[in-house]
């Protein structure tokens, strides 16, 4: 039972150009949705968030987009940069799981030079 | 000035051994988890302690006890361990309602 789906296990983009990852989610209970960001042999690391009461965030290079009618989230990154290199999760909670985050599967993310 | 720490990074043993794993976090946080990524890369939740009181246990074997002697720390001990136990594990912790900040994870082994 995935709740939070990334169906786009690796995306190779060149640098300087945008990035865009993709993230659906089942569950109509989420309604705070976050992106991790993973380097090998690390820790995932917060990258941005939004509620459900927006549809849009963004943090320098990082946008997020979300279309709760779908059920989707976007993660943009622009302008990427060779140290995006990583696996981004998309996370999700909300309802009565609030403290509980769901994550997707992960997207690992090539910046070519 | 590391935030969430987590030891070892590394552990190989044998199954029906017992073994922990420790977690410390210096940010303040009331809330700590265990969080499991299993082969096919997905996180899951195990365990969440918010002021050394644990609300959520996920569907966990009771093999795996949590312990949280105060609310700086959340250690993981796991008895009788089987194959299907490695992994790689990941203590965090956050405010409530906050962003979780992970340690480095535990890559266990079990041969």
């Known amino acids: 039972d995935q709740q939070v789906k990334q169906n786009s296990p690796s995306l190779s983009v060149q640098e300087g150009r945008i990035s865009i990852l993709n993230c659906d989610y089942t569950?109509?209970?989420?309604?705070?949705f976050l992106w991790y960001k993973k380097y090998p042999a690390e820790g995932p690391t917060f990258l941005i968030s939004?509620?459900?009461?927006?549809d849009k965030n963004e943090d320098g290079r990082f946008t997020v987009f979300l279309n709760k009618s779908a059920k989707h989230l976007s993660l943009h990154i622009v302008p990427s940069q060779p140290g995006d290199s990583a696996v981004y999760f998309c996370?999700?909670?909300?309802?009565?799981?609030?403290?509980?985050?769901?994550f997707g599967q992960g997207t690992r993310l090539t910046i070519n030079p | 000035d590391t935030a969430v720490s987590q030891t070892p990074k590394y552990l190989v043993t044998q199954m029906g051994n017992d073994k922990s794993i420790k977690c410390e976090q210096n940010?303040?946080?009331?809330?700590m988890y265990w969080y499991k990524q299993d082969s096919k890369k997905f996180l899951k939740i195990m365990f969440s302690?918010?002021?050394?009181?644990?609300?959520i246990n996920e569907t966990v074997p009771n093999r795996f006890s949590p312990k949280s002697p105060d609310k700086a720390h959340l250690n993981l001990h796991i008895n009788s361990l089987e194959l299907g136990d490695s992994a790689v594990y990941f203590c965090?912790?956050?405010?409530?309602?906050?962003?979780?900040?992970f340690g480095n994870g535990t890559r266990l082994t079990v041969t």
């Open positions: 965090a912790s956050s405010h409530p309602y906050s962003p979780l900040h």
């Open positions: 569950n109509s209970m989420f309604d705070y």
């Open positions: 939004i509620s459900s009461i927006k």
């Open positions: 996370a999700a909670s909300g309802g009565q799981g609030a403290q509980k985050l769901v």
């Open positions: 940010l303040g946080h009331d809330t």
């Open positions: 302690y918010n002021n050394k009181e644990l609300i």
